[in-house]
């Protein structure tokens, strides 16, 4: 596979790391095929629990490589959204399994909103977030108009896309933005920590939550109470309900197979 998109995979954890540093791994198309390749084998993948995606050097992703899509030759917008934004946001949001975005520097425009359509997403305190569309005349895409109003209210989100104003880590915590921020030199341990703890717990209940969360983006609530009570029936009878309820009743911690 493509370098890239590095992978790493431990303790149940696939890291998967956008390595185009020198260019604040920016987005080419190699890249986002690269990424979409990688992320379905990590769905498809059993040993792999928990999915993190993260960035090499200064930078978590800064968006799209202009310098590709200016070219005389190069490609369009349409292939840009079409081929490479909008399958990796749905891959992200389709796979059962729990995806953690760690951020490790400036993360704009569609970086920006891949991380905010992961799970959770986890920032050095050092990082930072725009939307960046509007400083060279476009719109957000990615879904930063689909997730950030859900994430932060309609006033904030369209202060973010229309401003194109930096946030910081703290205050992408303090609005709702992210789940959590850490100081820089205890980053990557955290993230670890986090995914790996991901990674151990029931994660066939994992993905079913997270399939309901999908839902109840949409769904009205009768369809989601009439969802979530179908989803419980299948969860109860899966073998990591059987060993949860075990090592309850038996003072022990369990040991999840995601099954």
């Known amino acids: 596979m493509s370098e ?4 790493k995979q431990e303790n149940g954890v696939a890291i998967l790391t956008l390595n185009r540093p020198k260019a604040f791994n920016s987005f080419n198309r190699e890249m986002a095929f690269a990424l979409l390749e990688r992320l379905d084998a990590c769905a498809k993948d059993e040993t792999i629990r928990a999915i993190v995606l993260t960035g090499e050097g200064r930078a978590f992703c800064a968006g799209q490589d202009l310098k590709e899509a200016t070219e005389d030759n190069g490609i369009s917008f349409e292939m840009i959204l079409n081929e490479h934004y909008n399958p990796i946001i749905k891959a992200i949001r389709t796979i059962k399994k729990p995806v953690l975005a760690a951020v ?3 993360a704009a425009g569609a970086g920006a909103n891949i991380a905010f359509a992961c799970d959770m997403t986890i920032a050095k305190k050092s990082a930072s977030f725009t939307q960046a569309f ?3 005349g476009l719109v957000p895409d990615s879904g930063g108009t689909f997730f950030l109003p ?3 209210g309609m006033q904030r989100a369209t202060a973010m896309m229309m401003l194109s104003n930096k946030i910081t880590a703290q205050g992408a915590v303090e609005m709702g933005l992210i789940y ?3 100081e820089d030199e205890q980053f990557e341990e955290q993230v670890m920590n986090l995914a790996t703890s991901l990674a151990k717990m029931p994660t066939k209940a994992l993905g079913m939550t997270k399939e309901l969360i999908n839902a109840g983006m949409q769904n009205d ?3 989601q109470l009439e969802m979530e009570g179908k989803y419980q029936i299948e969860a109860s009878q899966s073998a990591d309900y059987e060993e ?3 090592a309850f009743l038996e003072k022990r911690k369990p040991e999840f197979k995601g099954k």
């Open 4 to 7: 890239t998109v590095q992978f």
């Open 180 to 182: 959590q921020y850490v």
């Open 244 to 246: 949860g309820v075990n």
């Open 150 to 152: 859900r994430l932060v």
């Open 134 to 136: 509007s400083k060279i």
């Open 221 to 223: 609530l009768d369809s």
């Open 104 to 106: 490790n520097g400036v």
